[in-house]
């Protein structure tokens, strides 16, 4: 059996779904690195949810990584968490087309990279602190049930209308948290938000998780990214651990103290400096009452 037939079955259900005649669009399609999505009316489930359809190739290359190691599909993982912080993904199979597909919960609200890279600090005004606990809850939760994210960035959140709600999504990338997945060489994510440990293909754990995260929460209180961009390639990761990440402070001097030492150390680019894990993380922030000062 071939790597894409492997594929399909791993994705296989009792019969393959005819998205075209299941689903009717109502929205333009996100087009991902090995994906695209759209929302939909769902004619089964009779409601509106979020479709997932997978490039074929693109997703049998990035398991060929782990040929032999029986790991599980995206939507096998995503289907397993159960948080009020991740998205629910409802059922996962194969299109009549053969491509992977995932429906999922649909959250009708702006994604936090929209709201970074638009600056909408009336909308975040005052509610940081809500959605990084939030967020911070969702990592936890995705760590204690043995995974690693690997892609832990704005685009992977999902904020609803009121701003009171953020949700995680997107399992593409996710690896179980097991030695044989935790090798050096898999040098996957999103690379203005990785830990240097992916750029160095040097061995990892659920501390990549930690190091993105932090990233995400200094992008997320200061629209700035800590260290220089010239590019958006693996190249710009390549500064994480030879160039120092500007002090948080020096863009916001507002930003309640303790939040943001707890944001520079969960970036930390040494493993026996940076925050251990997410418990920890939201340990060192629990006595903050507000974003900022």
């Given amino acids: ?98 491509l992977p ?14 709201l970074i890279y638009q600056k909408s600090e009336d909308m975040l005004n005052g509610r940081r602190l809500n959605l990084i606990r939030q967020m911070a809850e969702a990592l936890k939760y995705v760590h204690e049930q043995g995974f690693i994210h690997r892609d832990i960035c704005p685009r992977n959140y999902i904020c609803f209308t009121n701003m009171e709600q953020v949700k995680m999504i997107d399992f593409g990338l996710t690896v179980p948290a097991t030695k044989d997945f935790m090798q050096p060489g898999n040098r996957t994510g999103t690379p203005l938000y990785m830990s240097p440990e992916i750029v160095r293909r040097k061995p990892t754990d659920q501390r990549v998780d930690v190091f993105s995260f932090g990233v995400t929460c200094y992008h997320l209180c200061t ?40 944001i520079m150390a969960a970036m930390r680019p040494s493993l026996n400096d940076r925050t251990p894990s997410m418990d920890q993380f939201l340990q060192s922030i629990r006595t903050v009452k507000s974003d900022f000062r």
């Fill in 223 to 262: 629209f700035e990214l800590p260290w220089p961009v010239g590019d958006a390639s693996g190249l710009a990761a390549l500064q994480h651990d030879t160039h120092p990440a500007r002090d948080i402070f020096e863009y916001r001097p507002d930003l309640d103290r303790t939040l943001g030492n707890a």
């Fill in 101 to 114: 597909y995932l429906v999922m919960e649909f959250v009708d609200g702006p994604g936090l990279q929209q």
């Fill in 1 to 98: 059996m071939g790597l894409l037939d492997k594929l399909t079955s791993m994705f296989k259900t009792e019969s393959r779904c005819d998205v075209e005649t299941r689903f009717e669009r109502l929205r333009s399609s996100v087009f991902g690195t090995m994906s695209n999505f759209y929302v939909a009316n769902d004619r089964v489930r009779k409601e509106v949810v979020g479709v997932k359809i997978c490039d074929a190739e693109k997703v049998a290359f990035f398991e060929s990584r782990f040929k032999g190691l029986n790991k599980p599909s995206e939507g096998e993982i995503a289907t397993k968490m159960r948080h009020p912080n991740i998205v629910v993904t409802y059922e996962y199979g194969t299109t009549t087309k053969g």
